[in-house]
Structures are given as structure tokens and as C-alpha cells.
């Protein structure tokens, strides 16, 4: 391998499966980032092309036609993206499942927003994987997938597999897998593009509320939120967040069930592994002083949950993201 090829590495062959019904923000979810990375950059990182159920072009709810090859005649790929929102069942065919078991194996790995995490599910390869899917369909993709764990996260990395589960966590979803193969600065710059945020932990819950409806909706929750996340290094106790908000700390428990879906302790966990995480990727401090920063007393405590949390220690993110 020459030096240039080692320095500019052939852009990733990406293909977009695109099903009829998908949502077109979605779609746009999926794509977008890929230019933005590619323009970022000044180079071809990704080399897409759309890939389709079958021979007739796909139709996006708005009545945009996506047209592309068959993805019967789809060989292998670096990353296989699913795009799928209404209608599943009528669009989880035989043919459609097959193709899907055929190709997974030669796709280095497979990303699904919105719907599509259902048609992975129903051809069998997210079996033992962790996923989402749309929180409306939440209840029923974990019963009918018994051999998936069902998470009401907004999106989930699981070994080869990501799934999202609508079009804003697909978005942050990507930025994420931009992030793990190109580092974190490529990834900010890019949602600097659509000037997005995406400082919310993949790991909180589904919730159709934005934050605006949630401060409107659940006040205690959403104060509470914004004193977790200035009490990072030092976190509170959640009877002292309690008092800072003159309820009673089963009262706090009960309002994060309802807005949020999980308890007020696992929230403030996820807020701080979040911040654990853009530490690692954003600066070059130890692991010891990052484990301060987030409120861990205990360096081995940090580790554990880190990698519980990530997948991987501080030191295998950051190699990766180099």
C-alpha cells in the first residue's frame, strides 16, 4: 500500500436501502450527513448510491420517488443503511427478508432509522442484539422480537448493527458512526452544517415531547435536568435535588417516570457518561482526571461503567477516533 493510499483510504461503499412510506426527513437523515462529511472534509469519505426493495422505485411519503438498483443484485457494501417508516408489514415480504440474510453478512455494518429496525428484526438479524425502534412501535417490536433486547433508547450501537428510532436520533445516529470512523472534530463539524446540537445521551429515552413541551409539561423534570447537568463534576444526591425543587424524592421519582420513562438516578448516570464521553473524544485528558470531572470518585467505578455504558474503555474510543 503506498503512503497516499494509507493517508486517503478509498471512500466507504455506502448503500442506502430506501422503502416506500419512509418519512422523507428520515431519508434526508441518512444521506445528508454523508455529503456534509464528504464537503467537511474535502475528500470522498463515503461513495453512496440508493438501493431499493425492488425493481420500482421507492416513494417517500411526500411523493418524492427515490430510484436505485434492486437490492437483489447488491453484492456487498462497507455500510448498508435501511430507511423504512410505514406500511412494514406489507413491505417485509419474502423476497425483501431473504435479500436482507443474503447481504448482511458482506455489509461491514448496517445502520436502520425509524421503521427499518423492524424489517431487521423480522429477517431474524437482530437476534441477540440490543435495539430501538419508532417509540410508537416500541411495545410491539418487543413483543413479537423476543430474541431482541428492546431498548427505548434513542438510538443503539450492538456490535455490526445501529438502529434509530425516528429521523432526529437516525441524524445524531449517523453523526455518531461519523465520529467512531472519523474522529469527533469531523463530527461536530458537520452538525455545525445543520446547525444541530446533538448533546442529547443516545442512552435517555424515547420521548415524542421536545424540550420546549417538556419544560411546559414536566417543569420539575426539565429543572431538574438543567441542575444535572450543572452538577456534573459534583453531583447532587437525589434527596437534595429533591429539596432543590421542594418535592420529596418518591415525588421526583414518579415525575420521571411519567415524562422521561426511567428514574432520575439513571438519568443523571447517563448525563455524566455523556460528558465522559466528549471528554475522551475532545480532549487529551487522563482517564483519572475524566473520571473526576464526571463526578467518579473511584478510577475502577468510572472504567466499569464507561465501558457498560460505550461499549469500550476510554482508551479503545480513542483509538478508534484517531
Not at 47 to 55: C, K, R
Not at 177 to 196: D, K, N, P, S, Y
Not at 261 to 270: F, M
Request: proline share 6%.
Amino acid at each position: 500500500m503506498s503512503i497516499s493510499e494509507k493517508i486517503a483510504p478509498k471512500p466507504l461503499h455506502t448503500a442506502i436501502l430506501t422503502v416506500s412510506d419512509s418519512n422523507t426527513l428520515s431519508f434526508a437523515a441518512a444521506v445528508d450527513p454523508l455529503r456534509a462529511a464528504n464537503r467537511r472534509a474535502g475528500r470522498a469519505l463515503f461513495h453512496w448510491h440508493f438501493v431499493t426493495a425492488t425493481e420500482a422505485p421507492a416513494r417517500l411519503t411526500s411523493g418524492v420517488e427515490v430510484h436505485g438498483t434492486p437490492l437483489a443484485r447488491l453484492e456487498s457494501c462497507d455500510l448498508l443503511i435501511l430507511v423504512a417508516g410505514f406500511n412494514l408489514e406489507a413491505h417485509a415480504t419474502p423476497a425483501l427478508l431473504a435479500a436482507l440474510r443474503r447481504v448482511a453478512p458482506r455489509a461491514g455494518q448496517i445502520a436502520a432509522i425509524d421503521g427499518a429496525s423492524w424489517l431487521l428484526a423480522r429477517a431474524g438479524l437482530l437476534n441477540g442484539h440490543s435495539a430501538t425502534a419508532h417509540w410508537e412501535d416500541l411495545p410491539g417490536f418487543a413483543t413479537r422480537f423476543e430474541a431482541v433486547e428492546t431498548l427505548a433508547h434513542r438510538f443503539v450501537l450492538s456490535g455490526k448493527f445501529a438502529t434509530a428510532g425516528a429521523a432526529l436520533p437516525g441524524l445524531d445516529m449517523m453523526l455518531r458512526l461519523i465520529e467512531e470512523r472519523f474522529g469527533a472534530r469531523l463530527a461536530q463539524e458537520v452538525a455545525g452544517a445543520f446547525l444541530h446540537d446533538p448533546s442529547l445521551p443516545a442512552e435517555l429515552p424515547q420521548n415524542p415531547t421536545s424540550r420546549q413541551k417538556l419544560a411546559r409539561h414536566h417543569p420539575a423534570v426539565a429543572r431538574a435536568l438543567s441542575l444535572m447537568q450543572a452538577n456534573i463534576e459534583t453531583p447532587l444526591t437525589i434527596a437534595r435535588l429533591a429539596a432543590e425543587l421542594s418535592l420529596s424524592p418518591r415525588v421526583l421519582e414518579l415525575r420521571f417516570q411519567a415524562a422521561l420513562g426511567q428514574s432520575p438516578k439513571a438519568t443523571y448516570l447517563t448525563l455524566r457518561l455523556s460528558e465522559a464521553h466528549r471528554l475522551a473524544l475532545d480532549t487529551a485528558l487522563p482517564v483519572q482526571d475524566i473520571a473526576l470531572a464526571t463526578g467518579f470518585a473511584s478510577q475502577a467505578s468510572f472504567a466499569r461503567a464507561f465501558r457498560a455504558a460505550h461499549g469500550r474503555s476510554v482508551s479503545a474510543l480513542r483509538s478508534t477516533a484517531q
